[in-house]
């Protein structure tokens, strides 16, 4: 029984997998909707095993698209004296 971590896991690898077609696709300006009808005329189907939607592509590009960013490395916020602050400094107490 496939569990939805490795639906998941096996979706984000199938879109990696995608995204040099998709890519390619968009450079010669097909629409979302004529990049999920070539898929389909290419025989490739969803993870779930269906014929692809132009949302189902969108999501796709969104997904990889946030992906990329979350790789890159996190910086502190900086001070005005280089010395890294936390969000919850800023809160003052009541009392």
């Not at 502190?76 to 800023?90: A, D, K, Q, V």
């Amino acid at each position: 029984m496939m569990t939805a971590t490795f639906l998941q896991r096996d979706s984000r690898g199938r879109a990696a997998d995608l995204m040099p077609i998709i890519d390619e696709l968009k450079a010669n300006g097909r629409s979302l909707a004529q990049i999920a009808k070539e898929l389909n005329a290419r025989g490739i189907k969803t993870p779930r095993g269906g014929e692809w939607q132009a949302t189902q592509v969108a999501r796709v590009i969104a997904h990889h698209q946030i992906e990329g960013i979350d790789e890159k490395p996190q910086r502190p916020l900086e001070g005005g004296n280089g010395s890294s602050r936390s969000h919850s400094s800023s809160i003052k107490s009541v009392g």
